[in-house]
Every structure is written in structure tokens, then in C-alpha cells.
């Protein structure tokens, strides 16, 4: 044993040990293996002299009235008495936040340089080796852990790796043949297609060079379709088959999509895009969407809006930016489901966040296969539903309660499509007052400051990986791909963003979302050089590829004028956030990586912008007729029980109660109303945050889906989660002209003429209601890797509703009392398509009795 390393266990005193009873319970459950007994305990290897460590023991490690400690002599007493256990350790790279909350703990007693390592050891009894071989594989997650011999002593806590300057050059690569780079696409596990690469391939024949492997990295990022939504920027050549009534109508929803593209004189060919921005671009136009804030920041949809503050007794209209985002962590969430969940909700706090304005409400809409499946039927190469569904709702609560956001509204869908990678959507709201933001061009000699967060290996590859559909093999070999946030490093970046001093002065900013440094400081300017030796690490030996693509939800990049950086990195210090000027703003036109006095990658923003080879692709739109689900008739009273039984209708009580709706005192609408808390609610709604004052101005939140209605008819499911999402509000209390939508699409991976109109006529159904309305989409976001092996996730298409609404006006849904109940009939045709017309003038009728207090609030 090294004496420098000291070995401490802890565990819960049996009357408080309820996460080993838990898991028993789980264990008995899922793999009907009885546990006689279960111990979990923390073991601590730190690298600390005695004194340090015995004022730690009862302060840090543990608490005297509910742990057990174990140390020294004891420690190596414990080990040797188990019979049988298992020692799970994070597989190195990845975030351990238990091992960083020590350290800065730690570090508030002593300036000294304490070193850590935590694993988590579970001891068994009454269980054979088979049976805890099994066990072993439910809490092994071979994504970011393995199981280490428990006898295991780290001789050293230091880290020995070395910084790295490796940066292959792919010699020959110039004048490869098609078929030579077909086998390197294929070698070099590429996102991006044999045409890309070719493309890749002329523009460094024409700098008379071979690219380096960070080149390569950059591009393949860089056009993924996860950053450049390659797919739905594919040319279209479509052709429809008209067979019922329904088709006619897909059709004629079409005809109104070229008229919009007429109008507007659009020449681009026909894409997916298209179908989803036409109408904002057409509102725009006619003067209708006079409150879209437009600059070249997208990183979230933005509105603004006039906020009713009181101050001492008098109201006063403050102008503001209201954004709103919506994201999914399917690919991470899949494999890893705890940190692919709170990296979700993480990336889609990062976005508004990066506008400098102050994210206060979350929505989670998640989708899964059957909770309920065995363990033993789970298909190979995938994680049990369960552990996936429940771990997840761990950890998007988790990052949520950290950070201090409050989650408004929890929903998740069940569809056995989702066994082939699951659903893990956020949307979030934020605001800032309007006088904070600042939106101006960087030019030549500004600075790049970086902020937060250090760089490491977990993350490197989310981009592409996310662009890809899912293999057996996926589980095993993409570790790198998945984070582990820290919410608590992000909450500084809110923090430093409100403050107004800060915020006035950055010029852009945007945040590292996939990519990491290639395209979060790549996207500020078409002219930059950056200096991958000063951007900050968690650990040695990097290699400037690494460091070049590795993403992260904690770090932000800002433009600073020379002038000013000086005062900003101050502000951050005061928040205890690290800021580091990383890169400068040139006049090139070209992205230069430099490490130290060696050039990594040098390339046109020409040559980065350009998006690859262009895309073209025929769509044969198949014949849809009447879903069956919208044709049920079934009136038989005994068959009630079995309606309500499905998975989709049953109360998620238990899983809301997971999250903090309460946290910011914002929250108008608790997700479970009513006299006992069991009535959920349709729409979330919380206060625009202030600093001062009473705020009368309240913004809400909606969705609408349905799986299983897409599955039968992609058009009406986009057509009708539009409705519902808007329907949704006005129950709510909203008026029908202020609503702004947000999409997002998960689909299979597109790969036939027929799969391509999955997407395409859930688009155009959702062009035709939201026309209607003149409610827009606004922003959105994209997945088409829903396939494993030959499963296919449902055709999903959520629309997010958003608008704002005076406080005094939201209406809750639970019944307030003994009283009348009135149903709004709206007719509808042989398409089943509604009378829209009669709708909006029930919507203006219900805004109209809710302002006039006619419905019960």
C-alpha cells in the first residue's frame, strides 16, 4: 500500500440505508434474484496528509448520526470481510461530480494540493457468482464505468499524461481514387458522406496540401447533420401518390407551400427546411411578425414583448427578450442515460443562455418503449428500458434541482418504436430586459474570451455521433461521445450573464454546443485564430484534435472588444468562473488553429461554410388513409379499464414528483393541481424574472404529439399537434394572435424514396394548421438517426407552443367547485381535418370568458 494514498469507506447506518433497499427491491424486480443483503458504500482514495484528513472525516465524507466510517487499518478490516461485491469506478475521462464537490470542498479548509479518487463499492450476500455476474451488468453501464478489482490501490493519484502536439497528417490523401476514399470514410468512421469527402478532398487539392486529422475532425463537425441539419437542407424532387381523399388534401396543402415560395420569389430547391421557416418567412413579409428579434445570433428563437412591472404602487411596460429553445439528447441519453439526460436539459439552457438572457422554466417530454419489459427480453446492445426511463428522469432532475431551475411540465409518451433509441427532448424559456443585449459584428483585434468549464475528453464526437443511426456496437465503443454536466459551473455563467455591467459588454457570444472550440469560436467570425495551448483542460495529454472538438454545457465563448477584457474577466472572477482569452478576431476569411507556433488547421471559411457536397434526393410521398385511432367508436363501458390502463393515459405522478417546479418563486401553475394534487396541468406558466418589483406579465408554455396518430398518418399528426399545442395555451388563458411555435423532429434514418415523406408530410401538415392560426415556427430543432438495426422510432413531430399572458388571466384545468361543464364541439370532414374557421372563433370565445372571469380561474 502506498502510505501517501489514504483509503476511507463510508456507508449509510442500516436504519438510513434506503438506496440499499431500493436497489435490492430493483434487483428482485428486474432479474428475480433475491438479495439476502446489500451494502453500498463510497470509497474514497485521497492523496492527503493526516491532519487534513481527520478534520475532512465527519465534515465531508460523513456525517456521524447516519454514516458508518471506515479508515485505515478499519478500511482494510471491511474490504477483507466481504464475501462477495463489486467496485464500480467512472471510466477515466469522464466527469465525476462527486470526486469535483469534494475537491472544492476540500479546498475551503486548505490551500494544499489534494488529490481524489471516488468509486462505489457494493457488497452481497446470499447471492452465487452467476447470479452476481448478472447484477454486475445493471449497475455497469460500459459506457462511462467498468468494474475494478476491489484489492485495486492507486500507487499514485497523479496524473502522468503528457501534452500531446500529435496531429497526423493523412499523407496521399490528395490523389486517393474513389475507392481509397470510400475505404477511408468507411475506416475513419465518418458522418459525413463519399460525396462530402470528395468535396474535402478538391478543396485541399486546390491548397496543394494533405489535411491533418484536425481538418478533418473540424469538417466532419462542421457538417454534420446534428450542426448543419444536412438533411433537411437536401434538394427535393418529389412526387405524390394520390389514392384516397386524404392524399388530395397532402396535396393541396403542398399547392399552398408553392404559392408561399411564389410569393416570396424563393429560386433555392425545395427542402424539409423550407416546409418549417416558409411561414415565418411570409408573416414577416406582410408586416405579422413585426416582435421577431433578428440577428445573426440563432442560437434561440426570440421575441419581444412588453413586460407590466409594478414598482411602489405604479405599473410601468419594460421592453424585453423572451427565448425560448427546444433540444433532444437522444443518442447520448440512449447509452448513457444520466448524463444524456441532464446534458439535454444543459444544452438547451446553454442556447438562450449564450443571447445573455436568463433561463427560469423547463418542459421534459421524453419518449420510451415499455418500462415494463424484462431485462431478460432487452435486444442486445441495448440498455433495459427501465434503467433507461429511470435514470433518465434522474438525471434531467438532477441537473434541474442543481442548476435552480424549476421544471414546469413533465410528459413522456410511450411507444414501443422508442426500443430503437429513445426520446429525450427539453424546452426552456428565458428572458432579459432588452437594454442588456447587445448584438454587434465582431471586427479585426477583438478578443475570444473562453468561460467556464475546462476541456476534456467525454463529449469529443456528440456532433457526429448524434448524426448516425444506432448499431449493436454502439454501447460499447462511443464512452467518449457522452458528458457528464456541471450544472453548478453553468449556474455561474446565468449568474455573470445577469448582471448588467457584463452583459453590455459582450458583442456575440455563443455557446459549446457540438463542436466544442471548432464551432463555438469558429461560428463568431468568418475570420479567427485560435491558440488551442491556452485553452484550459481537466487533465494532460490532449491532442489538439481533442481539444479542438470536444463539447461541453458549461463553457460559453464571448467577443470582447481589447479594451474591455480586462473589466470582464474581472466580472467573472467575482463569480468564480475562469476566463481565458483563447482566440482573436482577423480579417483572412480563414480559421487558423495554432498550438503554440505550430499550425493545427488552416482553412477558408469559404471552403467550412459551404456544407459539404450538395444534396439531392427523390421522395415517392405514400398514400395515407383515416388512422384507425381517430376511428375508434367503441362505446362499450367494459372496455373503459382497458382505455384507461395504457401507458399513455395512466398518472406519471410519480415521475413529475422527480422534479423542482417551485425553485425561483416563478411558477404560476404547479404541474399537479387540484384539491389533491393529482390533476396535471396542460400548458406550464411562470413570471418574466425581475430584479424589482411585482411582475403582472407571465409567459406559458405548451406541446403538442402524439406517436401513435403520426405512426397511421404522418400529415395529421403534424397538423394536430400544432392544434393541440395551441389549444393547450388558450385553455390556458392565452390569446390566440401572440403564439409563436418551435418544432421538433425525430425520425428514422432516411434511407428510401418512401421514408424521406415521413417528415416531409408531417411538415406540411403542420403548415397547414399553423397558417391557419398565422402562428409560426419560429426555430426548431432536427434528428433523423431514430433507427436500430431495422426498428424505427414513430414519426414525431412535437410543436411547442409559447406566448405570454397577463398573470391575473392563467386558468388552471382542475374543477374549483360544483358548477357547470361545458365541451366545445368543433366539427370535422370525412379527412378528419377540423372546421378551423369555427375553432378560432371558439378560441376568441374562451379568451373573451376567461377575461371576463365567465370561466372559473
Given at each position: ?116 479518487k471516488v468509486t462505489k463499492v457494493y457488497e452481497f450476500t446470499g447471492v452465487s457468482e452467476k447470479e452476481l455476474e448478472r ?392 475570420s479567427i485564430e485560435i491558440y488551442l495551448d491556452r485553452v484550459p483542460l481537466k487533465y494532460e495529454g490532449l491532442k489538439p ?115 423542482d417546479q417551485s425553485v425561483g418563486r416563478a411558477t404560476i401553475l404547479s404541474p399537479l393541481g387540484g384539491k389533491n394534487q ?180
Amino acid at each position: 500500500m502506498n502510505e501517501d494514498v489514504k483509503i476511507i469507506y463510508v456507508r449509510k447506518k442500516d436504519e438510513f440505508d434506503y438506496e440499499s433497499e431500493d436497489l435490492k427491491k430493483e434487483i428482485g424486480n428486474s432479474l428475480n434474484i433475491q438479495v439476502e443483503k446489500l451494502r453500498i458504500y463510497r470509497r474514497y482514495d485521497l492523496k492527503i496528509d493526516e491532519e487534513t484528513l481527520n478534520s475532512i472525516l465527519y465534515t465531508i465524507l460523513s456525517e456521524k448520526p447516519v454514516d458508518e466510517l471506515y479508515v485505515g487499518d478499519g478500511a482494510k478490516d471491511l474490504e477483507n470481510s466481504f464475501d462477495k461485491a463489486i467496485r464500480v469506478s467512472y471510466l477515466p475521462g469522464q466527469f465525476d461530480q462527486r470526486e469535483q464537490g469534494l475537491l472544492d470542498t476540500i479546498a475551503l479548509f486548505t490551500n494544499d494540493n489534494i488529490i481524489a479518487k471516488v468509486t462505489k463499492v457494493y457488497e452481497f450476500t446470499g447471492v452465487s457468482e452467476k447470479e452476481l455476474e448478472r447484477i454486475e451488468s445493471i449497475l455497469v453501464n460500459p459506457v462511462d464505468s467498468e468494474s475494478i478489482k476491489l484489492d485495486y490501490e492507486y500507487q499514485t493519484l497523479e496524473e502522468n499524461s503528457k501534452a500531446s502536439v500529435e496531429n497526423i497528417t493523412y499523407d496521399g490523401f490528395i490523389n486517393f481514387s474513389d475507392v481509397e476514399l470510400d475505404e477511408f470514410l468507411k475506416n475513419k468512421n465518418l458522418a459525413m458522406s463519399l460525396e462530402d469527402l470528395k468535396v474535402f478532398q478538391e478543396y485541399f487539392r486546390s491548397e496543394n496540401r494533405n489535411p491533418n486529422e484536425t481538418e478533418l475532425s473540424i469538417i466532419d463537425t462542421y457538417w454534420s447533420d446534428h450542426c448543419r441539419h444536412t438533411t433537411f437542407n437536401t434538394g427535393l424532387d418529389i412526387d405524390f401518390e394520390e389514392k384516397t381523399n386524404l392524399d388530395r388534401e397532402i396535396k393541396k396543402s403542398f399547392e399552398h407551400y408553392l404559392k408561399l415560395r411564389q410569393e416570396l420569389n424563393i429560386k433555392k430547391p425545395i427542402s424539409l427546411m423550407s416546409f418549417g421557416t416558409i411561414l415565418a418567412k411570409y408573416l414577416r413579409k406582410n408586416g405579422k411578425l413585426e416582435d421577431l428579434e433578428v440577428s445573426s445570433e440563432i442560437n434561440a428563437c426570440s421575441i419581444k414583448i412588453k413586460v407590466k412591472v409594478e414598482v411602489d404602487g405604479t405599473e410601468e411596460l419594460r421592453d424585453y427578450l423572451l427565448m425560448f429553445k427546444n433540444e433532444t439528447h437522444n443518442h447520448p441519453t440512449e447509452i448513457e442515460p444520466i448524463g444524456g439526460a441532464s446534458t439535454c436539459l444543459g444544452g438547451a439552457i446553454r442556447d438562450p443562455l449564450s443571447g445573455r438572457a436568463f433561463v427560469y422554466q423547463a418542459m421534459r417530454i421524453s419518449g420510451a418503449a415499455d418500462p415494463f419489459t424484462s431485462v431478460a427480453d432487452t435486444l442486445e446492445g441495448k440498455l433495459p428500458q427501465k434503467k433507461i426511463t429511470t435514470e433518465a428522469a434522474r438525471g434531467y432532475s438532477s441537473y434541474g434541482n442543481q442548476i435552480g431551475l424549476a421544471t414546469g411540465y413533465v410528459d413522456e409518451m410511450y411507444h414501443s418504436g422508442y426500443v430503437a433509441k429513445r426520446l429525450e427532448a427539453g424546452a426552456v424559456i428565458a428572458a432579459a430586459p432588452l437594454e442588456n443585449v447587445k448584438r454587434i459584428e465582431p471586427v479585426k483585434g477583438d478578443l475570444v474570451i473562453l468561460l467556464g468549464g475546462r476541456t476534456g475528453r467525454d463529449g469529443i464526437g456528440g456532433a457526429t455521433g448524434s448524426s448516425k443511426s444506432h448499431v449493436v456496437s454502439s454501447i460499447k465503443t462511443e464512452s467518449a461521445q457522452v458528458q457528464k454536466g456541471n450544472a453548478p459551473e453553468e449556474r455561474k455563467i446565468q449568474r455573470l450573464f445577469r448582471r448588467r455591467e457584463a452583459a453590455e459588454l459582450i458583442k456575440k457570444c455563443n455557446d459549446f454546443g457540438a463542436g466544442g472550440v471548432s464551432v463555438a469560436i469558429g461560428e463568431l467570425s468568418d475570420s479567427i485564430e485560435i491558440y488551442l495551448d491556452r485553452v484550459p483542460l481537466k487533465y494532460e495529454g490532449l491532442k489538439p484534435r481533442e481539444i479542438a472538438i470536444s463539447e461541453s454545457q458549461e463553457r460559453m465563448a464571448v467577443v470582447i472588444a481589447p479594451e474591455d477584457s480586462e473589466t470582464f474577466i474581472k466580472l467573472a472572477e467575482e463569480e468564480n468562473l475562469e476566463a481565458t482569452h483563447v482566440a482573436t478576431v482577423t480579417d483572412d476569411r480563414r480559421m487558423v488553429m495554432l498550438y503554440k507556433d505550430q499550425i493545427i488547421a488552416d482553412m477558408s471559411y469559404e471552403f467550412i461554410n459551404s456544407t459539404g457536397a450538395e444534396r439531392t434526393q427523390k421522395v415517392k410521398v405514400k398514400s395515407e388513409s383515416i388512422p384507425n385511432s381517430l376511428k375508434v367508436e367503441d362505446k362499450n363501458p367494459k372496455n373503459l379499464k382497458e382505455y384507461l390502463s395504457d401507458l399513455n393515459i395512466t398518472s406519471k405522478k410519480n415521475l413529475i414528483e422527480l422534479f423542482d417546479q417551485s425553485v425561483g418563486r416563478a411558477t404560476i401553475l404547479s404541474p399537479l393541481g387540484g384539491k389533491n394534487q393529482t390533476v396535471p396541468i396542460q400548458a406550464m406558466a411562470a413570471k418574466i424574472p425581475s430584479f424589482d418589483g411585482d411582475v403582472k406579465t407571465a409567459s406559458l408554455m405548451s406541446y403538442g404529439c402524439n406517436p401513435k396518430l403520426s405512426e397511421e398518418s404522418q400529415y395529421l399528426g403534424g397538423y394536430y399537434a400544432v392544434i393541440e399545442s395551441i389549444s393547450k395555451l388558450i385553455a390556458t388563458g392565452s390569446s390566440v394572435e401572440n403564439i409563436r411555435l418551435s418544432f421538433q423532429e425525430f425520425y428514422e434514418r432516411l434511407s428510401t424514396e418512401e421514408s424521406w415523406s415521413k417528415p416531409l408530410k408531417s411538415l406540411l401538415g403542420a403548415l397547414e394548421s399553423s397558417a391557419f392560426f398565422e402562428t409560426p415556427p419560429i426555430g426548431g430543432k432536427d434528428s433523423m438517426s431514430g433507427t436500430f438495426e431495422d426498428i424505427n422510432v414513430p414519426p414525431t413531430l412535437i410543436s411547442f407552443a409559447v406566448s405570454t399572458e397577463d398573470v391575473e388571466n392563467i386558468v388552471s384545468p382542475e374543477f374549483k367547485k360544483k358548477g357547470k361543464l361545458g365541451l366545445v364541439e368543433i366539427e370535422y370532414d370525412e379527412n378528419f381535418k377540423l372546421n378551423l374557421e369555427k375553432l378560432k372563433e371558439n378560441f376568441e370565445k374562451i379568451h373573451k370568458d376567461i377575461l371576463e372571469k365567465i370561466l372559473s380561474q
